[in-house]
């Protein structure tokens, strides 16, 4: 059964289409909240800070050997109370979101079966992973349903690497020691994926790591942080032209530029609260959310704010210290919080101060009592070389970000496009050479999280300033800003191979703004 192919003839017009798009929300201020529009629920909501936070649980391998350790996750559709009392339908990695948290040791291989008992197709992509390319989750290598037949599109059937029903991914892991996360990536149905509950955090950990001393064991939490929408039934609710996810591609109109909820969850929770010692925790912070941004603060602050630590390619070279941090979709930052500068008994929010209102909080701590504490965040982390950007034979590619029009075979629509262009699985914007360093110079419309998989970048600069607070270290993700000019350095290495770089705005990405590289 085709469908037919996705066959875009592209009139790009960047500011008049860019007018056309939706209703961005609180549009051109830079540097300011999201690129999207509120989707409001139907449901009833809870007041926030009456549930309790939940971790993830923790993926036993299925087996160890000489190979490594071997993984199964099953995805599937099952029932989950977010709401409290209320049931949800979502598509879990193991019937849950947040999907079970993998836990590996740099440089130890590791394999993941993925069993899709979905009633679509589905890809998995290991966010921030280096991971070689048939592994990787290319959007259109399907795994196809269990037992089901699906319409395929065209695009898939000609040039897809297909598997039925269970796919392995094998991943090296020759990467330090960092805060990974693991979603779908389907071509054109990321966004609904994802928001049904496509998600798990991936921890990788190593020596260097493990001998600083950090806060460890339950003193270390992983947040995943989202929106979302709920409609009256309980089911979540996200505007898709095609409800099945199998045919029409896209949101309908209005929400082209980004799908904003109204329903803050942290590892699945919505609003949740969270009892603490008073001792230091670090908090692996991820943005999982479709669109949204995040400007997170204590409040009340603690003297020395959040000190980050990490980010999305690992440790920093030192502590940074912040009274407030962006988060754009996609980006981790692993933090301490020093609970032991509050008198037990103080009731700690973590605030959005790029909402207000509901989407203005985010979760609590309750401190308790002082703990015993032998924690440390020494001055030095790790060591990160600058790049080389001056050789000679440095290539730098321009890659403009900006809303377009999309015309198919049947409508014409508002997309999103990578220098002019809709992403299509056979044209790449850039081939560069195994182990060349390139710099990329990112230009923007709108907010573009702009992800580049396989490896990490440093930031160079954002317009004429050098990089952002937000952008030190090895980053995965930079948040682009409405009307922003920044270049990155990338070192391509590791594999040959054909990837993809997009903008992680889910909707964005769903409509087109994602392209190829290969690494020759
Ligand atoms: Cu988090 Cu290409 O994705
Ligand atoms: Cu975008």
Do not use: Q
């Given at each position: 059964m085709a469908v037919t192919r996705r066959q875009f003839i592209t009139g790009l017009a960047l500011g008049g289409a860019a007018a056309g798009i939706g209703v961005p929300y609180v549009l051109g201020v830079a540097g300011a909240t999201s690129t999207g529009r509120y989707l409001a629920s139907r449901a009833p909501l809870p007041q926030p800070f009456t549930q309790r936070l939940r971790i993830p649980p923790v993926l036993a391998p299925v087996r160890s050997d000489g190979d490594g350790d071997h993984y199964e996750i099953t995805q599937r559709v099952a029932t989950a109370?977010?709401?409290?009392?209320v049931s949800t339908t979502i598509w879990g990695y193991n019937g849950i979101f947040p999907g079970p948290t993998i836990e590996s040791r740099s440089g130890r291989t590791i394999s993941v079966t993925h069993i899709n008992q979905l009633p679509v197709p589905t890809v998995v992509h290991l966010h921030g992973g280096r991971t070689p390319p048939e592994h990787d989750g290319y959007p259109i290598d399907f795994v196809l349903p269990v037992g089901r037949d699906v319409p395929l599109p065209v695009y898939a059937q000609e040039s897809g690497d297909l598997s039925q029903g269970q796919r392995v991914h094998w991943y090296p892991q020759e990467q330090p020691a960092t805060t990974l996360w693991y979603h779908d990536h389907r071509m054109d149905f990321t966004g609904p994926g994802v928001w049904k509950g496509l998600a798990g955090f991936h921890i990788i950990r190593d020596d260097e790591e493990d001998a600083l001393g950090l806060p460890s064991g339950p003193r270390e939490l992983p947040l995943m942080i989202v929106d979302r929408s709920f409609d009256l039934d309980g089911s979540l609710l996200y505007p898709a032209?095609?409800?099945?996810?199998?045919?029409g591609v896209g949101v309908t109109d209005g929400f082209e530029a980004g799908v904003l909820g109204d329903v803050t969850l942290v590892n699945g929770v919505p609003w949740p609260v969270v009892d603490v010692e008073a001792a230091r925790y670090r908090l692996r912070l991820l943005n999982a959310s479709n669109a949204r941004r995040y400007d997170i603060r204590l409040d009340p602050p603690p003297p020395d704010g959040f000190v980050q630590i990490g980010t999305d390619g690992g440790l920093l070279a030192q502590p940074l210290q912040h009274d407030h941090i962006e988060m754009a979709p996609a980006q981790r930052f692993d933090v301490i919080v020093d609970f032991s500068a509050y008198q037990p008994g103080t009731v700690v929010t973590l605030v959005n101060d790029f909402d207000s209102g509901r989407m203005g909080q985010v979760m609590r701590f309750v401190v308790g009592d002082r703990a015993e504490d032998n924690s440390r965040i020494p001055d030095r982390l790790t060591t990160i070389e600058p790049l080389d950007?001056?050789?000679?034979?440095v290539i730098t590619r321009t890659m403009r970000f900006n809303s377009g029009h999309l015309r198919s075979e049947d409508r014409d629509r508002h997309g999103w496009l990578i220098n002019g262009e809709p992403f299509s699985p056979d044209v790449a914007a850039a081939r560069p050479a195994l182990d060349s360093v390139e710099i990329w110079r990112l230009v923007s419309d709108f907010h573009h999280p702009i992800h580049v998989h396989l490896n990490p970048f440093q930031v160079l600069s954002r317009g004429l300033d050098g990089p952002g607070p937000y952008d030190i270290g090895w980053k995965d993700t930079i948040d682009l800003r409405p009307f922003e000019n920044a270049a990155i350095a990338v070192r391509f290495d590791g594999f040959r191979g054909r990837y993809v770089f997009h903008c992680h705005n889910l909707e964005h990405e769903d409509m087109a703004m994602m392209s190829n590289f290969v690494v020759t």
């Open positions: 109370e977010i709401l409290p009392g032209i095609d409800p099945t996810g199998l045919v950007t001056t050789s000679d034979g």
